[in-house]
T-cell receptor, first 113, second 117 residues
Framework: SQTIHQWPATLVQPVGSPLSLECTVE??????LYWYRQAAGRGLQLLFY??????ISSEVPQNLSASRPQDRQFILSSKKLLLSDSGFYLC????????????FGPGTRLTVL | AQTVTQSQPEMSVQEAETVTLSCTYDTSESDYYLFWYKQPPSRQMILVIRQEAYKQQNATENRFSVNFQKAAKSFSLKISDSQLGDAAMYFCAYRGGGETSGSRLTFGEGTQLTVNP
């Protein structure tokens, strides 16, 4: 069966520090991968998605970046965090046709102080 | 650009009663897919139900059903026989079917459902 992992689960970082959040998927090949951000009490905003290794599409210009060094690994990074980067970050995967659901990871709660 | 609107920030229902959550969307595409996701306090996103736009029949999953009105661009979720475990934030989501849309989901802002015992 397929599983998706995210770490860390929670993170508190000072403004201006770097960020690296990792997402890995098991049990599937060549998935589409997604990074979402959810502000408190709000909906999900798509940040990045990837249809293959090294292929990244950015939805929202900001100080975040994403990379996909391996087929089932998706990394969200920042060189210098801003206060506005605080939120709940969710990774998701899907395969195949558009009607297939996206499966979400457990998320990372990031607080920037 | 596609947009998804959930006009009810909060809803409440008595246990065992029925509740309907509203969702409208805006799109110029003819081929697309609609989803309802549930996010309990654990914040894990869980798919509740999905609807293909080309299907006229409304989707049903046990106590959950949708009222899909394509011309009105409306996609409401009905929860029958509400249970305490149904309490969660519910998100409506849109996904285009064309190649240019990729497989991205556009989410509404969510409806917080409270189930009263």
């Amino acid at each position: 069966s397929q599983t998706i992992h995210q770490w860390p689960a929670t993170l508190v970082q000072p403004v201006g520090s770097p960020l690296s959040l990792e997402c890995t998927v098991e049990g599937t090949s060549n998935p589409n991968l997604y990074w979402y951000r959810q502000a408190a009490g709000r909906g999900l905003q798509l940040l990045f998605y990837s249809v293959g290794i090294g292929q990244i599409s950015s939805e929202v210009p900001q100080n975040l970046s994403a990379s996909r060094p391996q087929d089932r690994q998706f990394i969200l990074s920042s060189k210098k965090l801003l206060l506005s980067d605080s939120g709940f970050y969710l990774c998701a995967w899907s395969v195949g046709a558009s009607y297939n659901e996206q499966f979400f990871g457990p998320g990372t709660r990031l607080t920037v102080l | 650009a596609q947009t998804v609107t959930q006009s009810q920030p909060e809803m409440s229902v008595q246990e065992a009663e029925t509740v309907t959550l509203s969702c409208t969307y805006d799109t110029s595409e003819s081929d697309y897919y609609l989803f309802w996701y549930k996010q309990p306090p654990s914040r894990q996103m869980i798919l509740v139900i999905r609807q293909e736009a080309y299907k006229q029949q409304n989707a049903t999953e046990n106590r959950f059903s949708v009222n899909f009105q394509k011309a009105a661009k409306s996609f409401s979720l009905k929860i029958s026989d509400s249970q305490l475990g149904d309490a969660a934030m519910y998100f409506c989501a849109y996904r285009g079917g064309g190649e240019t849309s990729g497989s991205r989901l556009t989410f509404g802002e969510g409806t917080q459902l409270t189930v009263n015992p």
